[in-house]
């Protein structure tokens, strides 16, 4: 994620502040320009002291302390881009879910933040009904009797996150059950989506489609069977050799959306890094596999070999860091060298499917 810094008096902030601590301005982030904008209230509107000409509004979901995003003053909805996103939020009349759907849009934000910094089309289902995407945050109790089989996941352009995603303890559990080494509420989001983008960008060019299949496998092996053989006898033998995670090497489907989503967290980690200008010199006399001269933007950097040979140190320091402090590592996988090629088809098929800006 990116560091920001305060238009105002130049105090560094983060991305999910409405306030600055140090001068009191109040902050708002533009999507279009990537800032957090100091404000100056103009009546009920607000102006950036570094540009007068706009006005802006909070977005309506800022009233429940979920939100810090601009909207123009002309936008009729009221909603930001990445709020539009959601159909279905949950029952805020309830104490306990208005903390948990806090805790979810922070996730969401960042994911959105994300799509929009690897320049990939954000659209709304609502207003898109055949190309966008759209969020549905739900409880179980929410859907009545069919609440049993209802999972997070993705269908159609919906990605539906389980409330009970937002809850740690039950998140761990979860988490324990599956046998998982990572679960999370952004990761669900970065691999829910993957499966919105593998629809968009895979599968409807044929080229493109033919390039996956050689890397990830023929996804028109059934999914119902592969799953439940999944669940039944476990991960393929060996497979960590050529998949990032037990999951990916249960149907092509699954092993696209959880490289897709540790793409992204290889670009947000590097990112970060690049931001706080982290450099890496352990005190070892081989230090050519942990050493970390410099850091780049990974979204501006179109080889993704110099990305990985970033973030392998990088969480190589983090995990270490963590287990000084009794912490589980940030970043228990292994990515092995087929996985490193996966990866790079992701970010060779983006840089081509940037929108121009």
Same mark, same amino acid.
Request: proline content about 4%.
């Given at each position: 994620?990116?560091?920001?810094?305060?238009?105002?008096?130049?105090?560094?902030? &983060?991305?999910?502040?409405?306030?600055?601590?140090?001068?009191?301005?109040?902050?708002?982030?533009?999507?279009?320009? &990537?800032?957090?904008?100091?404000?100056?209230?103009?009546?009920?509107?607000?102006?950036?002291?570094? #540009?007068?000409?706009?006005?802006?509004?909070?977005?309506?979901?800022?009233?429940?302390?979920?939100?810090?995003?601009?909207?123009?003053?002309t #936008?009729?909805?009221?909603?930001?881009?990445?709020?539009? %996103?959601?159909?279905?939020?949950?029952?805020?009349?309830?104490?306990?879910?208005?903390?948990?759907?806090?805790?979810?849009?922070?996730?969401?934000?960042?994911l *959105?933040?994300?799509?929009?910094?690897?320049?990939?089309?954000?659209?709304?289902?609502?207003?898109?009904?055949?190309?966008? &995407?759209?969020?549905? &945050? %739900?409880?179980?109790?929410?859907?009545?009797?069919?609440?049993?089989?209802?999972?997070?996941?993705?269908?159609?352009?919906? *990605?539906?996150?389980?409330?009970?995603?937002?809850?740690?303890?039950?998140?761990?559990?979860?988490?324990?059950?599956?046998?998982?080494?990572?679960?999370?509420?952004?990761?669900?989001?970065?691999?829910?989506?993957?499966?919105?983008?593998?629809?968009?960008?895979?599968?409807?060019?044929?080229?493109?489609?033919?390039?996956?299949?050689?890397?990830?496998?023929?996804?028109?092996?059934?999914?119902g069977?592969?799953?439940?053989?999944?669940?039944?006898n476990?991960?393929?033998?060996?497979?960590?050799?050529?998949?990032?995670? @037990? +999951?990916?090497?249960?149907h092509?489907?699954?092993?696209?959306?959880e490289?897709?989503?540790?793409?992204?967290?290889?670009? #947000?980690?590097?990112?970060?890094?690049?931001?706080?200008?982290?450099?890496?010199e352990p005190?070892?006399? #081989?230090?050519?596999? %942990?050493?970390?001269?410099?850091? *780049?933007?990974?979204?501006?950097?179109?080889?993704?070999?110099?990305?990985?040979?970033?973030?392998?140190?990088?969480?190589?320091?983090?995990?270490?860091m963590?287990?000084?402090?009794?912490?589980?590592? *940030? +970043?228990?996988?292994?990515?092995?060298?087929?996985?490193?090629?996966?990866?790079?088809?992701?970010?060779?098929?983006? @840089?081509?499917?940037?929108?121009?800006?």
């Open positions: 994620m990116k560091l920001f810094q305060c238009e105002n008096c130049n105090n560094p902030v &983060f991305f999910e502040n409405d306030k600055c601590e140090q001068c009191g301005y109040h902050l708002g982030y533009l999507d279009t320009t &990537f800032d957090l904008l100091a404000l100056l209230p103009n009546l009920k509107q607000w102006q950036s002291p570094t #540009d007068g000409l706009q006005n802006f509004v909070r977005c309506k979901n800022y009233a429940y302390n979920v939100c810090n995003w601009l909207v123009p003053d #936008d009729a909805t009221g909603f930001c881009k990445a709020c539009k %996103l959601n159909r279905t939020i949950p029952d805020i009349g309830i104490k306990k879910n208005l903390k948990k759907w806090r805790r979810i849009e922070v996730a969401k934000h960042r *959105v933040f994300q799509l929009q910094k690897l320049r990939l089309p954000v659209q709304s289902k609502l207003a898109h009904p055949k190309t966008g &995407f759209c969020f549905d &945050f %739900l409880s179980r109790r929410d859907v009545g009797d069919n609440g049993k089989n209802l999972m997070t996941g993705h269908a159609n352009g919906v *990605v539906t996150i389980l409330l009970s995603e937002a809850d740690s303890v039950l998140r761990e559990q979860m988490k324990r059950e599956m046998n998982e080494r990572y679960r999370t509420l952004i990761g669900h989001f970065r691999h829910e989506i993957g499966h919105y983008y593998w629809e968009l960008l895979v599968y409807s060019n044929e080229e493109i489609l033919n390039d996956f299949r050689e890397l990830f496998g023929d996804e028109r092996t059934s999914y069977d592969a799953l439940q053989n999944y669940y039944k476990g991960p393929q033998k060996k497979w960590r050799k050529n998949f990032i995670s @037990k +999951y990916s090497s249960s092509p489907w699954e092993d696209w959306a490289t897709w989503a540790h793409y992204l967290h290889l670009l #947000d980690t590097v990112e970060t890094a690049y931001y706080f200008g982290i450099k890496i005190n070892l006399k #081989d230090k050519k596999h %942990l050493r970390m001269k410099s850091i *780049v933007d990974p979204y501006e950097e179109s080889s993704f070999k110099k990305i990985v040979g970033k973030a392998i140190p990088l969480f190589s320091a983090i995990n270490s963590n287990r000084s402090m009794g912490i589980a590592d *940030v +970043y228990p996988f292994v990515i092995s060298k087929p996985v490193i090629r996966k990866m790079e088809f992701i970010h060779k098929l983006l @840089k081509k499917n940037r929108l121009t800006v």
